[in-house]
T-cell receptor, first 114, second 111 residues
């Protein structure tokens, strides 16, 4: 698989349910970031988790990082219809040639039904 | 909250024409990037820029592409002779310790 692969590719849930998206990567990283993109729009930075962190929270978002498994998960609790968007993980590789260069995954399309 | 500003939001150009995509990064940031996203595909790194020079470029960033920071505030991406396959969303980003801040993008359509 490629760096920053998300699963599932698409997720459809009802409002109020939790949504979990997973990301796997291949190289060692400085940090991993999650972004949201509404259809055809810009990328909104959600959360950054550093390689020495295991869990981070921001509002209804919870991100975990397991560097031994090279994986991360994004949990959105109590989802709302407005959470409908594509969610991408992006890795900042350790020892990369360019500071802050990100490698994105294919993304998970989340649909929250009212 | 500081923003990265991109103009125009949408540009349509004839194949073979030159286009310049403009970005105003956050003022005290030092690292700048261009990415692109072809419709329905993932976001791809094009180039990073630091200290007034390119620090890394991808295979996509061939001789038809160039970047410039002409006046200490704007950061531009020039595509010299556009091809149909250059149609994509182009994102500018600048770097903070808390992550990369992306602009809202320029949708380039080559016809």
């Amino acid at each position: 698989s490629q760096q920053g692969e998300e699963d599932p590719q698409a997720l459809s849930i009802q409002e109020g349910e939790n949504a979990t998206m997973n990301c796997s990567y291949k190289t060692s990283i400085n940090n991993l970031q999650w972004y949201r993109q509404n259809s055809g729009r810009g990328l909104v930075h959600l959360i950054l988790i550093r390689s020495n962190e295991r869990e981070k929270h921001s509002g209804r978002l919870r991100v975990t990082l397991d560097t031994s498994k090279k994986s991360s998960s994004l949990l959105i609790t109590a989802s709302r219809a407005a959470d409908t968007a594509s969610y991408f993980c992006a890795t900042d590789e350790l020892g990369g040639t360019s500071y802050g260069k990100l490698t994105f995954g294919q993304g998970t399309i989340l649909t929250v039904h009212p | 909250e500081p923003e990265v500003t991109q103009t125009p939001s949408h540009q349509v150009t004839q194949m073979g024409q030159e286009v310049i995509l403009r970005c105003v990064p956050i003022s005290n940031h030092l690292y700048f990037y261009w990415y692109r996203q072809i419709l329905g595909q993932k976001v791809e790194f094009l180039v990073s820029f630091y200290n007034n020079e390119i620090s890394e470029k991808s295979e996509i960033f061939d001789d038809q592409f160039s970047v410039e920071r002409p006046d200490g505030s704007n950061f531009t991406l020039k595509i010299r002779s556009t091809k149909l396959e250059d149609s994509a969303m182009y994102f500018c980003a600048s770097r903070t310790l808390s992550g990369n801040t992306f602009g809202s993008g320029t949708r380039l359509t080559v016809v």
